[in-house]
């Protein structure tokens, strides 16, 4: 593989396809551990993304000579601080759709976070003796969805475009 710093981006966005792929098999599959497979097909499509979203920052702190170029997450490069340093339409960009709490990039930073939160416990009602033994009670707040093959690919068409557009406006220069 070439040392260019495009080919990491190209990489991670190729196995994101491939983790999408298998998270469709997953979906349509009737085997036993189907759940199990779908959530980790679902993790890696996540966590590549993210790494394609890396690599993305990772070229445009390269090309601009940033002294950040070696950051080891994104959010290290999304932020104020590198835009008051050198004014970089690509990052500032990023930028402002990471601000976006709307946005397919904040939901997708938003997603990759949630990974490394841990699990919390639903909390049981409280059961009073006076009350009849029958009663429909809902304490928790509606669960999230968890994110699904379109999303997900939908955040993979963005990611791409993106980089498409940035590489050929770096290139111009």
Request: glycine content about 4%; proline content about 5%.
């Amino acid at each position: 593989m070439a040392q260019e710093l495009y080919t990491r981006t190209n990489q991670k966005l190729f196995f994101a396809g491939l983790a999408l792929e298998s998270m469709k098999n997953a979906q349509e599959s009737r085997a036993m551990n189907a759940q199990g497979l779908l959530q980790a097909e679902r993790e890696a499509a996540l966590f590549h993304l993210y790494g394609g979203l890396l690599g993305l920052c990772h070229e445009i702190a390269g090309f601009y000579r940033l002294p950040q170029a070696n950051a080891t997450q994104a959010e290290a490069l999304l932020n104020q601080d590198i835009l008051r340093e050198v004014a970089i339409p690509e990052m500032a960009e990023l930028l402002e759709l990471a601000g976006n709490p709307q946005s397919w990039l904040a939901q997708l930073l938003k997603a990759h976070a949630d990974l490394f939160r841990p699990p919390v416990a639903k909390k049981a009602p409280k059961t009073d003796v006076t009350q009849p033994l029958i009663q429909a009670v809902n304490l928790d707040a509606p669960e999230t969805p968890a994110l699904g093959y379109e999303e997900l690919q939908s955040w993979r068409a963005h990611l791409k475009d993106v980089a498409r557009r940035f590489r050929d406006a770096l290139s111009e220069c």
